[in-house]
């Protein structure tokens, strides 16, 4: 999947058991409501 502009894949921090962007799909980020408090980045 690639996403285009002003698109997020996100993941909840229960990853067992979270209905996210893997559920979901991605999403706006008009459509956030949260804050971050972490990202990790893949090597």
């Known amino acids: 999947m ?3 502009k002003n698109e ?3 993941i909840g921090d229960n ?3 979270s209905n996210d962007s893997r ?3 991605p ?4 459509q956030m ?3 971050v408090t972490k990202i990790l ?3």
Do not use: E, M, P
């Open 33 to 35: 409501i949260g804050k």
């Open 41 to 43: 980045h893949a090597d």
């Open 15 to 17: 990853v067992d058991n």
């Open 23 to 25: 559920v979901y799909g």
């Open 2 to 4: 690639q996403l285009t």
């Open 8 to 10: 997020y894949y996100v």
């Open 27 to 30: 999403i706006k980020f008009n």
